[in-house]
């Protein structure tokens, strides 16, 4: 089965505020950028998966995300993230009716092509499915099968949302890098150890030489 995927990519300007520990306002845009851009490189680079559709308003990322490959859906109808997904959703099958659709963070700057690709091969399995994040609190994936509706829930608690949703807890070993997510600085730390992408490294460097 051959996915499409919607990535929702919020304000550079506004993205991340729970890494102000760790980054200040100077560094946060560009590091919510490098993680997408590592993210859907990673993601385009997946076997299982045929297109990537971003959804964001902001300009930045548009652009250098469409260069790495990604359509661009404008942020519609503006009712927040899970209304934003489930319009990428309804574009992408506009042009590809019978389409497998899932929802992936942008978040992921760890993300393995391979990893993700297991994921995928186990959520062709049922109608829906996610996978939890690494904290067991959240949802990093969410699909939908050919003719199901997504139906997003992302938010506090998805992971227990998605479940009684219906959708199908994937527990699949081995996939770290499709769990971990960036939040926290903690989380930077956890995603730098897996082994993250070159543009989330180089930015990451900043923060360490502005640490010396």
């Known amino acids: 089965m051959q996915w499409s995927l919607v990535v929702p990519v919020k304000s550079l300007a506004r993205a ?3 890494l102000a ?16 851009l590592d993210t859907v490189a990673a993601a385009l680079a997946c076997p299982a998966v045929a297109d990537v559709a971003v959804v ?7 652009r250098e995300l469409a260069a790495l ?3 661009v859906v404008p ?3 503006g009712g927040g993230l899970n209304a934003a997904l489930a319009h990428a959703a309804a574009a992408v099958r506009a042009a590809r009716a019978e389409s497998a659709v899932a929802a992936l963070n942008a978040d992921l700057p760890a993300l393995r092509p391979a990893e993700l690709a297991r ?3 186990r959520a062709a399995q049922f109608p829906r499915a996610f996978l939890p994040d ?7 994936l969410l699909t939908a099968a050919p003719g199901r509706e997504l139906r997003p829930a992302f938010g506090p608690d998805s992971r227990n949302r998605h479940r009684a949703s219906g959708a199908v807890e994937l527990r699949p070993a081995g996939v770290d890098s499709v769990r971990q ?16 992408g070159a543009r989330t490294a180089a930015t990451a460097a900043r923060l360490l030489i502005a640490g010396q």
């Not at 520990?21 to 997408?36: E, I, Q, S």
């Not at 964001?56 to 548009?62: E, N, Q, V």
């Not at 690494?134 to 990093?140: D, K, N, R, V, Y």
């Open 181 to 196: 997510d960036v939040d926290t600085g903690d989380d930077l730390r956890a995603a730098l150890a897996l082994g993250v």
């Open 134 to 140: 690494a904290a067991a609190i959240g949802t990093t």
């Open 69 to 71: 490959g990604a359509a």
């Open 16 to 18: 991340k505020s729970r």
């Open 56 to 62: 964001t308003d902001d300009l930045r990322a548009g």
């Open 21 to 36: 520990d760790t980054a200040d306002d100077a560094v946060r845009p560009d590091l919510a950028l490098a993680f997408a």
């Open 75 to 77: 942020d519609e109808p």
């Open 119 to 121: 994921v995928l091969e």
